[in-house]
């Protein structure tokens, strides 16, 4: 299920190679973006799956609605349209004018994701094998009532995917400079535009589909007659009452791990080194995605505990109020 999510992603790119087809002024556009796409929707995916906010069991005192779970999630996708309007323009300035610090910025990017992939995996051990539980919900600690909570959990959300959608677009625009160097500001907008859009889009759509499984089950079975049909229906939304959870936890997984991957490969485009390491390894997708993420996790793994080490330190007075 997880590996279809990314397919799903990817797939973005054979839909607007169709809409292509359609239109002869946009069409070289709309190819272009087709061709990086997949690029953007698994640098996406791998904070996306692994951070849907309303998802997070935070133990607070203050609990998500049912009924505020899509307005909450349609807030975090307003704020990610708004995020890659930012980006975009950000991007097009950097490579008209600096384009020496995009391969820098992406592997800055990386480093994030590293760390957060990393601290996942180390809080996932720290609670698996050592029964650690570290209570680091800063926004239930924060919320003084129910509506800061909500107000706190959509600022999160956006400030996270801010990082992402800037990944996502300068992911794009370095894959459209790889494929058409030739290209103008104007094609590059418009690609840019169409990326932002689309994977935001395909992204939150399908975290509303994810939040609302329990809703479909519960319509199912309410709607079942007795009879065969009503029978199917009842094992179906057992089925999926039972299976949201582990699809949940699998997705869960598959975040860190695409998280780490692709931390790898935007440090590899820095640091050329890891790169070099990697392609010394046997030409196979296993072999080179555990190359990117030995790097991802290694790179993650000493900015935890940079971060830790810095946490211990004896903070000044004046820092402390």
Same mark, same amino acid.
């Given at each position: 299920?997880?590996?279809?999510?990314?397919?799903?992603?990817?797939?973005? !790119?054979?839909? %607007?190679?169709?809409?292509?087809?359609? $239109?002869?002024?946009?069409?070289?556009?709309?190819?272009?973006? =087709?061709?990086?796409?997949?690029?953007?929707?698994?640098?996406?995916?791998?904070?996306?799956?692994?951070?849907?906010?309303?998802?997070?069991?935070?133990? $607070? #005192?203050?609990?998500?609605?049912?009924?505020?779970?899509?307005?909450?999630?349609?807030?975090?996708?307003?704020?990610?349209?708004?995020?890659?309007?930012? !980006?975009?323009?950000?991007?097009?300035?950097?490579?008209?004018? !600096?384009?020496?610090?995009?391969?820098?910025?992406?592997?800055?990017?990386?480093?994030?994701?590293?760390?957060?992939?990393?601290?996942?995996?180390?809080?996932?051990?720290?609670?698996?094998?050592?029964?650690?539980?570290?209570? /680091?919900?800063?926004?239930?600690?924060?919320?003084?009532?129910?509506? #800061?909570?909500?107000?706190?959990?959509?600022?999160?959300?956006?400030?996270? /995917?801010?990082?992402?959608?800037?990944? *996502?677009?300068? *992911?794009?625009?370095?894959?459209?400079?790889?494929?058409?160097?030739?290209?103008?500001?104007?094609?590059?907008?418009?690609? +840019?535009?169409?990326?932002?859009?689309?994977?935001?889009? %395909?992204?939150?759509?399908?975290?509303?589909?994810?939040?609302?499984?329990?809703?479909?089950?519960?319509?199912?079975?309410?709607?079942?007659?007795?009879?065969?049909?009503?029978? *199917?229906?009842?094992?179906?939304?057992?089925?999926?009452?039972? !299976?949201?959870?582990?699809?949940?936890?699998?997705?869960?997984?598959?975040?860190?791990?695409?998280?780490?991957?692709?931390?790898?490969?935007?440090?590899?485009?820095?640091?050329?080194?890891? =790169? /070099?390491?990697?392609?010394?390894?046997?030409?196979?997708?296993?072999?080179?995605?555990?190359?990117?993420?030995?790097?991802? *996790? +290694?790179?993650?793994? $000493?900015?935890?505990?940079?971060?830790? =080490?810095?946490?211990?330190?004896?903070?000044?007075?004046?820092?402390?109020?």
């Amino acid at each position: 299920m997880s590996a279809g999510f990314l397919a799903l992603l990817d797939d973005v !790119a054979a839909i %607007m190679s169709k809409a292509a087809a359609s $239109t002869k002024m946009v069409a070289t556009s709309l190819d272009d973006v =087709a061709a990086m796409t997949g690029a953007g929707a698994k640098g996406a995916s791998a904070i996306v799956i692994d951070d849907i906010p309303v998802n997070a069991q935070a133990v $607070t #005192e203050f609990q998500i609605d049912p009924k505020k779970e899509i307005p909450i999630i349609k807030a975090i996708e307003k704020g990610s349209l708004v995020n890659k309007l930012i !980006a975009i323009p950000l991007a097009l300035l950097l490579n008209e004018f !600096a384009p020496f610090l995009l391969n820098p910025i992406l592997a800055m990017g990386g480093a994030y994701l590293g760390y957060e992939g990393a601290e996942k995996v180390i809080h996932a051990i720290k609670h698996k094998f050592f029964h650690i539980v570290e209570d /680091d919900d800063e926004t239930s600690q924060n919320a003084k009532s129910q509506e #800061e909570f909500e107000r706190n959990l959509i600022k999160g959300a956006v400030r996270t /995917d801010l990082v992402m959608s800037i990944e *996502i677009i300068f *992911i794009a625009l370095a894959s459209i400079k790889e494929l058409y160097p030739d290209s103008n500001w104007i094609m590059l907008l418009i690609t +840019l535009l169409v990326v932002g859009f689309f994977i935001t889009k %395909m992204i939150y759509g399908l975290v509303k589909g994810l939040i609302r499984l329990d809703d479909l089950a519960l319509h199912l079975d309410t709607t079942a007659l007795d009879n065969k049909v009503g029978a *199917i229906k009842k094992k179906i939304a057992a089925f999926i009452i039972k !299976a949201s959870p582990i699809l949940l936890k699998v997705m869960s997984v598959v975040g860190a791990a695409a998280m780490i991957f692709i931390s790898g490969e935007l440090l590899s485009l820095q640091f050329t080194f890891i =790169a /070099d390491w990697v392609h010394m390894l046997p030409e196979m997708f296993i072999t080179k995605f555990l190359g990117f993420s030995i790097a991802g *996790i +290694l790179f993650g793994s $000493t900015l935890v505990g940079l971060f830790e =080490a810095l946490n211990r330190v004896p903070k000044p007075a004046f820092l402390k109020k």
